[in-house]
């Protein structure tokens, strides 16, 4: 870091940040708030304190305590990306996987569909089922209304080959994007945003049962962002209506369901009072974490950020707001674990924002992550924001 960064860093950090005893320790903040909350019980019902590796393991299991080597994209996609906002996934990758390309979200091995909550994702092609199928609802009614927004929009994709050389909006051939996003529960929707316009298509539907599928997708979002429960589970799968909403009465009743078919695969557990589960075969890593020492850039929609309960993410209210604003939502900063601040990106301009006092080697480490970064920009540079007003 530059001495002009530095002293820019002090200035605006004196300004901007809440004091140390409001937020916590630096390095400690997620551990304190967990210690008193987080708690476990075992395969033969003893009781164990996790407090400290609540913190860490979900930056562990989503790999974002160390890098995959080079290539493995399809690895760090288990959960699926969220690229609502232009290239979020590669930058969601680039958290993951070392010497990610811009062109990540192209890869052969990705496609792009409407995903959990509505939201375009990019997800490892060979898991199609998983994050179209695995959202179909159960209900005969809702399952019916999918197959109907399906037909609809395979009229108008007929429609539209058969005038190739004439404009035919969706609206005209009566589907809309809300009725596509149903229609991708399907399977056969493939779409591709490529930060201004969304294109999207027709192909042949999975041949897998939509089950094993449901089953599956509860297995990926308890890796991810578990311990968790139903509803939240319930909330992340959602988009009914396109929305990031409150989950539907369909959706909360099939997601207890599916947490019941997996109850031989899941380990019950209390945090924060209320009890959560997580996937057996994560008991021993929880058992075995240990503190992270990384900084990241996290990108808007970033798996780790996709939690219902975003209170157990960013504690304080007012930092809660910052992040999840009602307007476009800024990047996380993540530093050992933990939230701690907010990041814009304009080209190759990344304004960052910190909630308390950052060490001079983690400025440095936020650098190295903007000069890092997969975007096609000649020139890269970091600022920090001033004042107390939210970037």
């Not at 399977?187 to 089953?215: H, K, N, Q």
């Not at 990047?331 to 910190?354: D, F, H, P, S």
Request: net charge positive; glycine share 6%.
């Amino acid at each position: 870091m530059s001495d002009l960064n530095r002293r820019l860093l002090v200035a605006t950090l004196s300004r901007s940040c809440v004091s140390e005893q409001e937020f916590g320790d630096s390095r400690g903040q997620s551990e304190l708030l967990k210690a008193a909350h987080c708690f476990a019980r075992g395969h033969n019902g003893r009781s164990f304190d996790h407090a400290r590796e609540c913190a860490w393991i979900p930056t562990a299991r989503q790999y974002l305590h160390k890098r995959l080597p080079q290539g493995r994209l399809v690895e760090a996609a288990f959960a699926g990306l969220q690229d609502s906002s232009p290239r979020s996934a590669v930058l969601a990758l680039h958290a993951r996987v070392t010497h990610v390309s811009s062109s990540a979200w192209k890869d052969s091995r990705f496609v792009q569909v409407w995903g959990p909550r509505g939201a375009v994702y990019v997800v490892p092609s060979h898991d199609v089922a998983v994050f179209t199928l695995g959202r179909l609802p159960r209900d005969p009614v809702l399952a019916a209304s999918v197959k109907a927004a399906a037909e609809r929009a395979k009229r108008a994709f007929r429609a539209r080959q058969a005038r190739p050389k004439r404009a035919s909006s969706d609206r005209a051939a009566e589907v809309n994007f809300r009725e596509l996003r149903l229609a991708s529960m399907s399977g056969a929707v493939r779409v591709e945003w490529d930060g201004a316009t969304t294109s999207w298509w027709l192909v042949e539907p999975p041949t897998e049962s939509p089950e094993p599928a449901r089953l599956e997708l509860a297995r990926r979002f308890l890796r991810s962002v578990g311990p968790s429960t139903p509803k939240e589970f319930a909330w992340w799968t959602g988009g009914w209506a396109g929305s990031f909403g409150s989950a539907t009465r369909g959706e909360l009743s099939d997601a207890q369901q599916t947490f019941r078919s997996l109850e031989k695969e899941l380990a019950e557990v209390e945090l924060e009072g209320r009890k959560r589960w997580v996937l057996r075969t994560d008991l021993p890593t929880l058992e075995r974490a240990v503190p992270v020492e990384t900084v990241r850039l996290l990108p808007p929609g970033d798996p780790y950020l996709a939690s219902a309960d975003r209170a157990l993410l960013v504690p304080l209210t007012r930092f809660r707001s910052e992040l999840w604003p009602k307007s476009v939502w800024p990047g996380a900063l993540m530093v050992n674990g933990e939230i701690v601040g907010t990041w814009r990106r304009q080209v190759g301009r990344v304004t960052v924002r910190a909630w308390r006092p950052l060490e001079s080697d983690v400025g440095e480490a936020v650098e190295e992550e903007v000069s890092s970064m997969p975007i096609e920009s000649a020139r890269k540079e970091v600022r920090w924001s001033m004042g107390d007003v939210p970037l």
